[in-house]
């Protein structure tokens, strides 16, 4: 039997979504590499749209937040800066990480607590 694929299921460090990291089983680690820092070094190198900032690791909804941001075109954030823009963009009745632009005074609301708010 031949190993035909690796996953590695990350939790993303700002939502806790899960996202999944598809490494190759030809690959051959270095010596001081684990199977961890493979994952991570895809993440980092991948054509994936996930991404590691500031030692976070974000899914494609997180790292979309952290990349549009203006503050950050010409430097790398910070733990706490990405934290609190991610708070920024959580929806204020369940939590939830939005990318939406929909607010209910003046606040963030996601997809679903919009369809509920609405007539």
């Excluded at 190993?3 to 996202?19: M, P, V, W, Y």
């Excluded at 996930?50 to 937040?65: I, R």
């Excluded at 204020?92 to 990480?97: A, F, P, Q, S, Y």
Aim: charge should be negative; aromatic fraction near 6%.
């Amino acid at each position: 039997m031949s190993l035909i694929k690796i996953e590695a299921i990350f939790s993303c460090d700002g939502c806790g979504n899960r996202f999944t990291a598809n490494l190759d089983p030809a690959g051959k680690l270095s010596d001081s590499w684990t199977l961890f820092d493979q994952a991570v070094d895809t993440i980092k190198n991948g054509i994936l749209a996930y991404s590691v900032e500031a030692g976070m690791h974000l899914c494609s909804k997180c790292t979309k937040l952290v990349c549009r941001d203006k503050r950050f075109v010409d430097r790398d954030p910070t733990e706490e800066e990405i934290e609190q823009l991610l708070a920024e963009n959580a929806c204020h009745i369940c939590g939830m990480l939005t990318t939406m632009r929909e607010y209910a005074h003046g606040r963030p609301l996601c997809l679903d607590c919009f369809g509920r708010s609405s007539p």
